[in-house]
């Protein structure tokens, strides 16, 4: 997996409690995605960083936020968790810009 | 209209047949095409990546780029019972801020021994 660990691999929450999902890369790589994983949608995109501190909303960003305060982690955080966000997600990396991303194991969160 | 469109399947092959997979995008300013294979419960994994318009092979696969139909195919030839996966094409293009990469739904590939 091209170097990218997330965790946890798997979990189980309730509705309204707050979720913080990990992605650790040694690939040293500019850019980190966060995905997540439908069936019928694909994968869409939540969130990317193009650096520390640097990051920007993708498609279905609303009700998920991200920091990155180290080039190697990217986390990402569901405030308050609904049952909507019952997915499982993917972080990526890509060496910079338009390059190609690599995917990590994912995540499968399940919101009761 | 979808970004990008691929058929969902499944596309059932016979074992040591081509197994054809279609994709179609929206942006005509898209630049750079990707394929990834995805076996169910993993995470999607590059298989090749095409820029320019034509055949692009690497080994057993082929990716074929029509920019002007928006059209681009993936050929997996003398397929085999671990080729049984889904098939994501993803098309990448310059945005308002960024490059972003679009997904298809995906196509699920099964090959029958």
């Known amino acids: 997996d091209a170097g990218i660990t997330q965790s946890p691999r798997h979990k189980v929450t309730e509705t309204g409690t707050p979720v913080t999902l990990r992605c650790h890369q040694t690939?040293?790589?500019?850019?980190m995605y966060w995905y997540r994983q439908d069936p019928g949608h694909g994968l869409r995109l939540i969130h990317y960083s193009y650096g520390v501190k640097d990051t920007d909303k993708g498609e279905v960003s609303d009700g998920y936020s991200v920091s990155r305060s180290k080039t190697e982690d990217f986390l990402l955080t569901l405030e308050s968790a609904t049952s909507s966000q019952t997915s499982v997600y993917f972080c990526?990396?890509?060496?910079?810009?338009?390059?190609?991303?690599?995917f990590g194991p994912g995540t499968r969160l399940l919101v009761l | 209209q979808k970004e990008v469109e691929q058929n969902s399947g499944p596309l059932s092959v016979p074992e040591g047949a081509i197994a054809s997979l279609n994709c179609t995008y929206s942006?005509?300013?898209?630049?750079?095409f990707f394929w990834y294979r995805q076996y169910s419960g993993k995470s999607p994994e590059l298989i090749m990546f095409?820029?320019?318009?034509g055949d692009k092979e690497d080994g057993r696969f082929t990716a074929q780029l029509n920019k002007a139909s928006q059209y681009v195919s993936l050929l997996i030839r003398d397929s085999q019972p671990s080729d049984s996966a889904t098939y994501l094409c993803a098309v990448n293009r310059l945005g308002s801020n960024d490059y972003k990469l679009s997904f298809g739904a995906g196509t699920t590939v099964t090959v029958r021994a």
């Open positions: 095409i820029y320019s318009n």
């Open positions: 690939e040293n790589h500019r850019y």
């Open positions: 942006d005509r300013g898209s630049q750079s």
């Open positions: 990526a990396i890509s060496l910079d810009r338009g390059e190609t991303q690599y």
